[in-house]
């Protein structure tokens, strides 16, 4: 931080006396008047006005939290044994509105230049939840969407790890053809949950041993499996091992605001 000396303002010169100090005033009594007047309360202070930051981020917040409660499927994220921080990220929508997917955040909120790029400890587990949706019309009527899988959520996972993820080496200008190629890869090895990219994992989910799909790279550990809540769960973190965690579904999004 850039600091700067104190001009030395108002100094007398070395060789001028210094002024006779003056005699001290003598107290005088108060009046009768004075005396018997009664204190007069103190006119009240108006409160600060609430920053306009603050103001602005708990309209962010409140418009995040109405997003998720229009998704008619139940939230999943970390269950009680996690007790670190948890914030809401995003939700996904389909060309009519409906709420199809969503993220919720456990740990340090990442960014794109984390550990990767920087050396920074960042800790952190994103559980994505997507409806389980049966193969369907589009909302203009014009023709069939794909229904969600597993494969759904392993996607939505694998494409969200990227975007916090920075190689070292890599210059921002590079980034945008990078994060193109290894997309289309994480979409690829979604649709190939059988292949050896992959491997089991056993998680409980609501309290009952559940089968994930599982793999590990570079950038950290993507999982996705499904519920028998009807909804596909993916997962994806780094600095935290996928080894201990377990899911359950949220049952006040208030932890998480």
């Not at 001009?7 to 004075?34: F, H, I, M, N």
């Not at 080496?169 to 050896?196: I, K, V, Y």
């Not at 994806?236 to 999004?253: E, H, K, P, T």
Request: charged fraction near 20%.
């Amino acid at each position: 931080m850039e600091t700067t000396s104190s001009s030395r303002v108002g100094v007398q010169p070395a060789e001028a006396p210094a002024p006779a100090a003056a005699p001290a005033a003598q107290p005088q009594p108060a009046s009768a008047e004075t005396a018997a007047a009664p204190q007069q309360p103190a006119p009240p202070q108006p409160e600060p006005a609430q920053p306009e930051e603050a103001a602005t981020a708990v309209r962010a917040a409140r418009r995040a939290v109405e997003g998720y409660l229009r998704a008619t499927f139940p939230w999943y994220g970390l269950d009680g044994a996690f007790s670190g921080p948890r914030w809401l990220m995003q939700v996904g929508t389909g060309a009519d509105g409906t709420v199809e997917h969503g993220s919720t955040g456990h740990g340090d909120e990442p960014s794109a230049r984390g550990e990767l790029a920087t050396g920074e400890k960042e800790r952190f587990a994103v559980v994505v939840t997507v409806a389980s949706n049966p193969l369907r019309r589009s909302s203009d009527g014009t023709g069939v969407l794909e229904a969600t899988s597993v494969s759904s959520a392993a996607w939505l996972a694998g494409s969200g790890l990227l975007a916090y993820s920075w190689p070292g080496q890599m210059d921002h200008t590079l980034r945008d053809d990078w994060l193109d190629q290894q997309t289309e890869a994480a979409w690829e090895l979604a649709d190939d949950l059988a292949g050896p990219d992959w491997s089991t994992l056993s998680l409980p989910v609501d309290g009952e041993p559940t089968p994930f799909h599982y793999r590990e790279s570079e950038f950290g550990w993507v999982l996705a499996g499904s519920t028998k809540g009807g909804v596909h769960v993916g997962a994806y973190g780094r600095g935290m091992s996928a080894y201990g965690l377990g899911f359950s579904v949220i049952g006040d999004l208030a932890a998480y605001a």
